[in-house]
């Protein structure tokens, strides 16, 4: 690696303001349009349990794992790991579904973009 040359300014960089205000005060709407098309995974969670590596070694066909949740409670519908509503299980057409009942408020899905 070579010293710097004294002959090169250094300036730091600036940036305009990328808050939810940005799009506005240029007088332009955001357009969701640009990732409508962006795959995101849905997932549903049953519940959790932690074990230990020893336990989980120890796993064979049959076993049963006792979760956090109880039955019947609803379950968690996740976004790329980030909980966007529940629901409860349906079937439609002989697979599974989700009905959902209860769907997070946008300024807590903010909270957890952040």
């Known amino acids: 690696m070579s010293p710097p040359d004294p002959k090169s300014a250094v300036a730091r960089a600036q940036f305009s ?3 939810p205000t940005a799009a506005g005060a240029a007088g332009q ?3 969701l349009n640009l990732i409508l ?3 995101v995974t849905l997932a549903l969670e049953v519940g ?3 074990m230990s590596v020893r336990d989980l070694l120890q796993l064979a066909p049959g076993a049963v794992v006792e979760l956090d949740r109880l039955a019947g409670e ?3 519908v996740l976004v790329n790991g980030v909980r966007i509503a529940r629901g409860e299980v349906v079937v439609v057409n002989e697979k599974f579904g989700i009905r959902l009942t209860d769907v997070v408020s946008e300024t807590e899905r903010m909270e957890h973009a952040k």
Request: glycine share 6%; aromatic share 0%; proline share 7%.
């Open 17 to 19: 303001d990328l808050g």
């Open 29 to 31: 709407e955001m357009n």
């Open 37 to 39: 098309d962006v795959a």
């Open 48 to 50: 959790r349990v932690k």
């Open 74 to 76: 609803p379950l968690d």
